[in-house]
């Protein structure tokens, strides 16, 4: 089936520094990235939904400046969180729709110190 | 940002029970997703319902797309331990562009 690779798994940066993650499909071509954010015990919160070739739309709440994407191709999509602070620290996943529906990757979890 | 009703919040059974849950929904849908999530990893599509009335097994689940295109049903059978987790239900509005509205979640415990 499709497959979406997401790196990192984890990751830990100090306050100020920026952080990329990355969404590779794998076997097929993702025209459009769902970019999600969620806290312990919460459900996913859409970010963002990227679209190659185009520039992304981030839904109410969501800094652009702050949460950049960029989706250079139809296999890879990434977010970079820039002048990360503690409050961003959350588990954040990507999303891509394939053939049956939606292939998630194993998502990301940032903590920001 | 909108969300659908999904029930129960968590559900504390023994193995070996039947389990149920549900999500509803003001809007439309036309396609109703369950997924699962295990701790630290990203969610994992379980059953995919395209069709009111439709009704979809995977194993020993079974999930159906409700016939007012509002709501929509995921059941376990004969509960095991590897069945522990959060099962999300995902739908796609008429109107959406491919978005996901999701549940809050359904946090699965089970007694061994």
């Known amino acids: 089936g499709a497959v979406v690779s997401q790196h990192p798994s984890w990751v830990i940066c100090k306050s100020g520094t920026s952080v990329k993650i990355e969404c590779r499909s794998l076997d097929f071509q993702a025209t459009t990235m769902f970019w999600y954010r969620q806290f312990p015990k919460q459900s996913l919160m859409l970010m963002a939904t990227?679209?190659?070739?185009?520039?992304?739309?981030?839904e109410q709440g969501v800094e652009k400046d702050k949460f950049l994407i960029n989706h250079a191709s139809l296999t890879l999509s990434t977010l970079t969180v820039t002048s990360a602070h503690p409050e961003d620290s959350s588990f954040y996943i990507c999303s891509a729709p394939d053939l049956y529906g939606y292939t998630f990757g194993s998502g990301t979890r940032l903590t920001v110190v | 940002g909108q969300q659908l009703n999904q029930s129960p919040q968590s559900m504390f059974i023994q193995e070996g029970e039947d389990v149920s849950m549900n999500c509803t929904s003001s809007s439309i849908f036309n396609t109703w997703l369950w997924y699962k999530q295990d701790p630290g990893e990203g969610p994992v599509l379980l059953i995919a319902l395209y069709k009111a009335g439709e009704l979809t097994s995977n194993g020993r689940l079974t999930a159906q797309f409700g016939i007012t295109r509002k709501d929509s049903f995921l059941n376990i059978s004969a509960s095991i331990p590897s069945d522990v987790g959060i099962y999300f239900c995902a739908g796609q509005r008429e109107d959406s562009n491919y978005q996901l509205i999701w549940g809050a979640g359904t946090k699965l415990i089970i007694k061994p």
């Open positions: 990227s679209n190659e070739g185009s520039k992304a739309t981030y």
